[in-house]
C-alpha cells in the first residue's frame, strides 16, 4: 500500500527545533524520499532528499546547515531535523516518494514533478 504519513508539525519560536516524521509503506520503501514546503501563496519547495541507492543526503540552499534529513529503512520512516528556525520556514511541510530521479544538480532533483506519492502534510509555524 502506498502511503505517506507525516507528523510532528507545530509551533515554536524562531530559533527553535522541530524534528517532522514521514512514516511510508513497503511499496515505496525502495524510493527516493524528499521533503517539501509550502508557504501561503508561494509554490512549494523542495528542500532535502535521500537517495535510495547510495543514502546520500542533499538539501536546497535555504535550509543547508540548519536542516538535516535521513531515514530509518526498518521502521519505514525518514525525519527531516529542522534547527534555527526562522519565520519564514513556516508553512505545510509534506514528504514524498520517486521511483526515478535524473542525474541533474540536487535543484532539478527537487522539483515536484518527478514524485510519484505524496504525504498529506503537516504543518509548521515559527513565531517571530
Known amino acids: 500500500q502506498v502511503q505517506l504519513v507525516e507528523s510532528g508539525g507545530g509551533l515554536v519560536q524562531s530559533g527553535g527545533s522541530l524534528r517532522l516524521a514521514c512514516e511510508y509503506g513497503?511499496?515505496?520503501?525502495?524510493?527516493?524520499i524528499a521533503w517539501f514546503r509550502q508557504a501561503p501563496g508561494k509554490q512549494r519547495e523542495g528542500i532535502s532528499l535521500i537517495l535510495s541507492h547510495d543514502g546520500s543526503t542533499h538539501y536546497a540552499d535555504q535550509v543547508k546547515g540548519r536542516f538535516t534529513t535521513s531515514k530509518d529503512s526498518a521502521k519505514r520512516t525518514s525525519y527531516l531535523e529542522m534547527n534555527k528556525l526562522r519565520p519564514e520556514d513556516s508553512g505545510i511541510y509534506s514528504c514524498?516518494?520517486?521511483?526515478?530521479?535524473?542525474?541533474?544538480?540536487?535543484?532539478?532533483?527537487?522539483?515536484?514533478?518527478?514524485?510519484?506519492?505524496w504525504g498529506q502534510g503537516t504543518q509548521v509555524t515559527v513565531s517571530s
Open positions: 513497503q511499496f515505496v520503501s525502495g524510493h527516493h
Open positions: 514524498a516518494a520517486a521511483r526515478n530521479l535524473p542525474d541533474r544538480p540536487t535543484e532539478e532533483q527537487l522539483h515536484p514533478g518527478w514524485y510519484d506519492y
